[in-house]
Nanobody, 126 residues
Framework: HVQLVESGGGSVQAGGSLRLSCVVLGDTTCLYDIYWYRQAPGKEREIVGTVDTNGHLGYADFVEGRFTISRDTRNTAALDMKSLTPEDTAMYLC??????????????????????WGRGTQVTVS
């Protein structure tokens, strides 16, 4: 199965920017969407946004135009964050989700790419 590695986190002052990266490691022909999530201490994990296999994007309401997701290659995605506030402090994680084209579902892809998570990268805004 694939492995995900996030990077780019750090400590910034309010109003600052960060660019997070998610790299999907491992050989697979399975198609997958990439999701960004975050989890703050004592809070539930929440979705930040997603980019699908066609490059279509979706964002949570709280993003309010401050974050931009991109999928630079099939195996990499980025989360560009600006105008950060202390409320954005959290562990940011990426996840793959199996996304087959109609009629191409492959059970082996469930092991390869379904619900695979990285360990996250910490973002702290003060």
């Amino acid at each position: 199965h694939v492995q995900l590695v996030e990077s780019g986190g750090g400590s910034v002052q309010a109003g600052g920017s960060l660019r997070l990266s998610c790299v999907v490691l491992g050989d697979t022909t399975c198609l997958y969407d990439i999701y960004w999530y975050r989890q703050a201490p004592g809070k539930e994990r929440e979705i930040v946004g997603t980019v699908d296999t066609n490059g279509h994007l979706g964002y949570a309401d709280f993003v309010e135009g401050r974050f931009t997701i991109s999928r630079d290659t099939r195996n990499t995605a980025a989360l560009d964050m600006k105008s950060l506030t202390p409320e954005d402090t959290a562990m940011y994680l990426c996840k793959t989700q199996y996304a087959p084209r109609p009629g191409t579902w492959d059970r082996s892809c469930l092991d390869d790419v379904a619900d695979r998570w990285g360990r996250g990268t910490q973002v702290t805004v003060s």
